[in-house]
């Protein structure tokens, strides 16, 4: 019930920004976060209007996805991808893949659904904010990623993704605001294979923010659900 709650009163603080934005002809994806979330969790999101959900780690979305009933119209992934993982991730048909950082993982996803003759739609995450804990190639250099990945033809870049400063909603701003221009950058570029639809941005803390600077697809976790817990498994 809980769950509900917090889902309307996202959805109406989205409303009402995008109507105060002019935006509200546009089609915003809610992109429920369900890392460490049990499957009764994200059933209750799903029966609840969410249809797009993510989750951080192949291995957690292998466990849970084979126990979800309720349709739903898009699984993402959303964390750092590792090479040996990828055709687990593949087998769980991503919607979209948010994380596509480097040209060797984007060069093995390609040699993966090549074997199975399929495509794939990607986001890649650009490092706005230059943590160096964070996964992402650098905004400086991100046109070259997406002329250089934009080669794999297997796969196709609707967008880029990005994760704002953490704790500080004001400080992103800035920060998304660069990643639009990239994106309206990008294109114009009208590059093959890229077709720049998403962009990617705004957590729990930031995304009205992210809203008022241009994203179009939030990714939005502990709003919904409350804080997580690492301790259990569900
Ligand atoms: C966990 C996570 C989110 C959601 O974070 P909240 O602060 O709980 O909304 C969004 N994006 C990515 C990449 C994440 O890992």
Known sequence: MRINKNIDTIRTSIDNRLAKLGRQEEEIILLAVTKTQTVDAIEAALKFGISHFGENKVQEAMRKLPLIQTPYEGFHFIGHLQSNKINQLLSLKPYLIHSVD??????????ALGRTNRFQD??????????????????SNAIQYVEEISRYSTLC???????????????????????????????????????????????????????????????????????RSYGERS
């Open 157 to 227: 870049i609707r967008g880029l993704m990005t994760i704002g400063k953490v704790g500080k909603p004001e400080a992103s701003r800035p920060l998304f605001a660069q990643m639009k221009t990239l994106f309206d950058t990008i294109k114009k570029l009208d590059l093959p294979n890229v077709q720049m639809d998403y962009l990617s941005m705004g957590m729990s803390h930031d995304y009205l923010i992210a809203l008022d600077e241009g994203a179009n697809l939030l990714r939005i976790g502990s709003a919904i659900f409350g804080q």
């Open 122 to 139: 990607i986001l890649i995450q650009v490092n706005i904010s230059e943590e160096a804990t964070k996964s992402g190639v650098s905004f």
């Open 102 to 111: 480097s040209v060797y993982i984007a060069q093995k996803l390609h040699l």
